[in-house]
């Protein structure tokens, strides 16, 4: 099983940019599809972004979509959603969650994402 662990959350001001990290542990995360999600106070659990394990295809949700960017270093076993342009609605407890193991692993939001980490707080307020 994978271990994720979420760093880079924090304060922000509106138009400003934070870039968080979701490190993997316990497996290589080349097999994996990294999907980044954010859940704000009284609201649904909502897919932000997603990697799939090589790199061909990148998903962003519409609110994020031209602002957001996901990348994947598998060398440090790390994937990153550099976040710019960043407004109120950004706000909440962002998750990374790794769907396979698999040759091709994708990008299905709907689907089963084994392993989750413990989510990183992120608050947009000026």
């Known amino acids: 099983q994978v271990q994720l662990v979420e760093s880079g959350g924090g304060l922000v001001q509106p138009g400003g940019s934070l870039k968080l990290s979701c490190e993997a542990s316990g497996v290589a995360l080349e097999w994996f599809a990294i999907a980044w999600f954010r859940q704000a106070p009284g609201k649904d659990r909502e897919g932000v972004s997603c990697?799939?394990?090589?790199?061909?295809?990148?998903w962003y949700s519409d609110s994020v979509k031209g602002r957001f960017t996901i990348s994947r270093d598998n060398a440090y076993n790390t994937v990153y959603l550099q976040m710019n342009n960043m407004n109120e609605e950004d706000a909440g407890v962002y998750y990374c969650a790794a769907r396979g193991p698999s040759v091709r692993a994708l990008c299905i939001m709907d689907g089963i994402f084994g392993s989750w980490g413990q989510g990183t707080q992120v608050t947009v307020s000026s």
């Open positions: 990697i799939t394990n090589d790199v061909e295809t990148t």
